[in-house]
């Protein structure tokens, strides 16, 4: 059975692909270094379109009021522009309602595309382009050590890592937070109200790395302009050892947290990376791998949400688990020593 995996890697080749929704403008070039937060690509779309009945409007047929219209497709139109004029003495008009681009005539009728948004992509990692996609983004890769975690807030930054988490499953206040810490990432543990991420915002940080949030926070960690990222998930939860032990081992280091939303379809999944010099490039991560004896693994549900083990047997047939299910389970042996039978569906791969 194919394991989902969790990269928590002390060295490792990144690379990642960085691309717009939509067709826009490439800003890199093939073996250009770029920082996290430079933009890679741009491109612009229109939130709306208006359509405009011309025809109607003058009380005319289409094939009598294209002859009419006085805008082709491309223009650019303010808002109040005419578009098209009737006849007689005191003929009708027909105005541009707001301003957009023109972007059909025929018919008798006009579609204007109108509010546009403009969006920048930025490069969420430090390190080389190794790839462009035309029109898109490009593949950029670098080497250091990658954290992964369950939930990200969509923002990226950068900066030296300190940690406040004196044990894994430490509580932040905003107490904690002084001017020390303003323009660092900061690792803490668990966050259980609001002033403590105001505080934050307030110095400011480059980001928080939070084992748990309470679910009442979302919404505020939303609207926060720096990532946040929680490694193991909402509640009261402590920081799993694997994660705890690699982020405290490099503080004072330079850290990329990109917050990204996971996404279970592209792999997309929020991260800190912590680049380091290397000679030669390390073996990238393997995306995917099968349960087996001897791998280290993560609980993804509650009782021991969290918690780290190492997998001593799989159990290649369906096993009545002490629910009374059956299912595809595991023999783990925890952290703490104890020996658990674990359905396979609870866990992932540490790797």
């Not at 690792?187 to 939070?210: E, K, N, Y």
Request: charged share 20%.
């Amino acid at each position: 059975m194919l394991a989902p995996v969790l990269h928590i890697l002390p060295l490792t080749t990144i690379a990642r692909e960085r691309v717009l929704p939509i067709n826009g403008q490439v800003n890199v070039r093939l073996n250009q270094k770029v920082s996290p937060t430079d933009v890679i690509a741009e491109t612009s779309w229109a939130r709306e379109h208006v359509l405009l009945d011309v025809g109607r409007a003058l009380g005319l047929p289409p094939n009598v009021a294209d002859r009419l219209i006085r805008c082709k497709v491309g223009d650019g139109v303010p808002a109040g522009a005419v578009l098209a004029t009737g006849r007689g003495v005191m003929p009708k008009m027909v105005k541009a309602p707001r301003a957009g681009k023109v972007v059909v005539v025929g018919g008798g009728q006009v579609l204007i595309e109108v509010g546009e948004t403009h969006m920048e992509l930025r490069a969420g990692i430090p390190g080389s382009v190794v790839r462009v996609i035309p029109e898109r983004g490009a593949v950029i890769q670098t080497a250091g050590a990658l954290v992964q975690g369950v939930w990200g807030n969509g923002r990226v930054g950068t900066g030296i890592m300190v940690n406040l988490a004196d044990k894994p499953n430490s509580v932040l206040t905003a107490g904690r937070l002084d001017v020390s810490l303003r323009g660092m990432v900061i690792i803490a543990s668990q966050c259980r109200d609001a002033d403590t991420l105001q505080a934050a915002a307030d110095l400011p940080v480059r980001g928080l790395i939070l084992s748990s949030l309470f679910p009442a926070l979302l919404p505020l960690a939303r609207e926060m302009r720096y990532p946040i990222l929680l490694t193991d998930g909402f509640g009261s939860l402590p920081m799993n050892s694997a994660a705890y032990r690699l982020l405290t081992t490099n503080v004072k280091r330079e850290a990329t947290l990109n917050a990204e939303k996971f996404d279970r379809y592209s792999g997309a999944r929020p991260e800190v990376i912590i680049p380091l010099p290397v000679s030669s490039a390390p073996a990238p991560p393997q995306d995917k791998v099968e349960f087996a004896a001897g791998q280290t693994v993560r609980l993804r549900r509650q009782p021991a949400s969290g918690m780290i083990g190492t997998i001593t047997a799989v159990h290649t047939e369906l096993t009545m688990l002490p629910s009374g299910l059956r299912a595809l389970a595991a023999d783990v042996k925890l952290e703490n020593g104890e020996q658990a039978l674990i359905p396979l569906i609870n866990l992932e791969v540490v790797g």
